[in-house]
């Protein structure tokens, strides 16, 4: 049997030498000439892309940076694993996370090359497919790279981007190209992908809609907002994707991708194989099932005054309270206070609430105020006058378990694929992001219409009322990205949706994200921190990277 062997890239220090060998070069010759050695190699980069679903790889990394660095999710504790430096925007040059997010991303950008540049294309319809989809999984991973380590491309595509590697040449180590470079490598790639995949396979491969998805995707990132209306409509016109109904949506992480009508493409993780104990997923963060998984990070109290505009919202589903029992009824609320510091924090406060002539009351340091009901379209609302007079908006609900103060609002989104706690395969590209894509694109292109068109598809499809009009102190961008931060929230766009459109990040929210000194209330899309340093160890490795700014 022949030996095969995949594409590794090991840059690492090991007793003052470093190891570049990706591969033994006669034996990958040999392999990428059988058809069987090629879908074995191609099959190794998707591995090194996904990693596992227990917290390791690429992939698992990189959802981190996405998610925890927006404004949908708060930390009920500190912790010593790196990704709080996401959260909380203390990046360090020594994280391994990103270092993992570096150096695996490089590694399967090395094996795509292989397949690239050793594989003649126009043999017949299964190796092009294969060449296809290294094209597919090598755009990937440097939009991938560029959005953590680069600006974004319309704060300057002459800002620096990653390094540009396109050969197979383990000595070949390029510097730093610019950020519009990397951007045109990426939509070159995606197109010789979508032009070389033309086998119907299931959605945990790359295909050519997959490939047009990206595009589609990358060309919102760009601000051509015709190409990504163009490519999304593609997608949208194959007819090969249909969105889950109100009732299904709820389950969407529990069904295998292959599945899923909505899913385009997917990292399909397995119970046996990809998954150890379940403690270290994604979604162990978020949730304890069947005691497995932490549950210390929770939906933030700005997500859930979004999400519960609507409580028929069928997205709602996605996040579960865990109370206490037996059930004691309370007014709830966010609370901005001065610490014994004086500094700003925010702190959830919690007061039993009681009934007293039909009305509803509840007693906070001594005074008993009551709660009052405002109705506007669409929404019943709660609020008390606070001693300075003004209103404070409050939820009733049954009180809540806690974590050092934070209610345990745990997030379905990433579990229980299949019924296994904790499995989950991340959902890479879908038919919802395409219609909001368009309507990014259509709204950026002042069609109002269009764009609401696409926004209500998805609001009728979450079960809550379309809109007639722009709302009153909105713009038509507005609307759309919020209906983003709703429908993709926890899939890890949400840093990314807010600073390409040259908006701050908000995060005056309960978290421990506050903790320490001259914590990040608002993050500034011009701050230097927006970006990640690139990994100490890389810079060692090859002195020609230049590091970003402090």
Known sequence: MKKILIPLLLLSLASCNIDRTPYDSKESDVILGDATGLQTITLGNYALLKGDADGGGFFNNLYRVGEYAGDNVDISGTTSDQFFYYYNYRSIKTNTRTNTIWNTGYKAIVGCNRVIAKTSEGKNADTDQLIGENYFLRAYVYFSLVNVFGRPYNQGTSNLGVPLKTSDDVNDLPPRATVGAIYNQVVSDLKKAEQLMTLDKKNIYGSKEAAQALLSRVYLYMENNDKAIEYADKVINSGKYAMLSKTELPSYPTRAPENNTETIFAFKYNKDGDYNDGWNTIGSMYVNIQSVGWGEMYPSSTYLDLINKH????????ISPKYKTPLIPVAYWAQKENNASGAVTYNYKYQPTFQQSGNTFFTWNGVNY?????????????YFINSGGTKTYVYLDNDMEKRNGYPKFYVLKCSMQESVPQLWSPVILRLAEMYLNRAEAYAKKG????????????????????????????????????????????????????FRNKRDLDRNYPGTHLNGVNPFYTVPYTHNRIVEYIPEQQIQIQPNLVQNPD
């Open 311 to 318: 409580p028929e919202d069928a997205r709602l589903k996605f």
């Open 370 to 382: 009551q709660v009052q009901t405002e109705v506007t379209p669409f929404k019943t609302s709660y």
């Open 447 to 498: 069609n109002t219409s269009s764009a609401l068109a696409d926004v209500n598809l998805i609001r009728t499809r979450a079960g809550i009322p379309n809109y007639t009009s722009v709302p009153a102190g909105y713009t038509i961008l507005d609307v759309v990205l919020e209906e983003r931060r709703l429908e993709l929230a926890f899939e890890a766009h949400r840093k990314y949706d807010v």
